[in-house]
T-cell receptor, first 114, second 115 residues
Framework: DGGITQSPKYLFRKEGQNVTLSCEQN?????MYWYRQDPGQGLRLIYY???????QKGDIAEGYSVSREKKESFPLTVTSAQKNPTAFYLC?????????????FGDGTRLSIL | AQSVTQLDSQVPVFEEAPVELRCNYS??????LFWYVQYPNQGLQLLLKYLSGSTLVESINGFEAEFNKSQTSFHLRKPSVHISDTAEYFC?????????????FGQGTTLQVKP
């Protein structure tokens, strides 16, 4: 079945450590997105990529980095510069960046601080 | 900038009762509207969408939403809820002129269906 796979499901970070969240899709979608979800705040866009080898900052990009070397993969690195990383992280994709295309979501990664 | 407001953070309701989850967005020339549902510790699933045409859109599990341009609203309704409808619901909007595909989400509404 086609879909979006996020791993790991749970992740713990030590102080000063960088961690990388994986997002893989086999839907042949061009556009991919990373969101952060905090209780009572909905979803906020961290980074997005409209095509391979290209990505743009979203609304809360500070302390995060991404790469898009392959169409199917869009990993997110939470760096030590992100001082409040505890959250639920969701990856999404859509066939194209066009506005009328809905986004499909993975099952998320929950990141906590040790 | 575009924004979305979900007017209720929590909606408790008894099983088989009707429910309405309210969503308002800031005005725009053209918008695309979506409702997503999230079950605990899972990602978001698309429930229904309004792209164009009929202002009333329906999902396969009995939910419906009506696009009201004059009131800039996209409220979600179900005439009779089930225990299994307990989840968090997110309203989201895209500007029709956007070429980034950026979704703007509301804060979410937790639907609690009681037996």
């Amino acid at each position: 079945d086609g879909g979006i796979t996020q791993s790991p499901k749970y992740l713990f970070r030590k102080e000063g450590q960088n961690v990388t969240l994986s997002c893989e899709q086999n839907l042949n979608h061009d556009a991919m997105y990373w969101y952060r979800q905090d209780p009572g705040q909905g979803l906020r866009l961290i980074y997005y990529s409209q095509i391979v080898n290209d990505f743009q900052k979203g609304d809360i990009a500070e302390g995060y980095s991404v790469s898009r070397e392959k169409k199917e993969s869009f990993p997110l690195t939470v760096t030590s510069a992100q001082k409040n990383p505890t959250a639920f992280y969701l990856c999404a994709s859509s066939p194209s960046p066009q506005a009328n295309q809905p986004q499909h979501f993975g099952d998320g990664t929950r990141l906590s601080i040790l | 900038a575009q924004s979305v407001t979900q007017l209720d953070s929590q909606v408790p309701v008894f099983e088989e009762a009707p429910v309405e989850l309210r969503c308002n967005y800031s005005s725009s020339v053209s918008v695309y509207l979506f409702w997503y549902v999230q079950y605990p510790n899972q990602g978001l699933q698309l429930l229904l969408k309004y792209l164009s045409g009929s202002t009333l859109v329906e999902s396969i599990n009995g939910f419906e939403a009506e696009f009201n341009k004059s009131q800039t609203s996209f409220h979600l309704r179900k005439p009779s809820v089930h225990i299994s409808d307990t989840a968090e619901y997110f309203c989201a909007v895209k500007n029709g002129s956007s070429n980034t595909g950026k979704l703007i989400f509301g804060q979410g509404t937790t639907l609690q269906v009681k037996p």
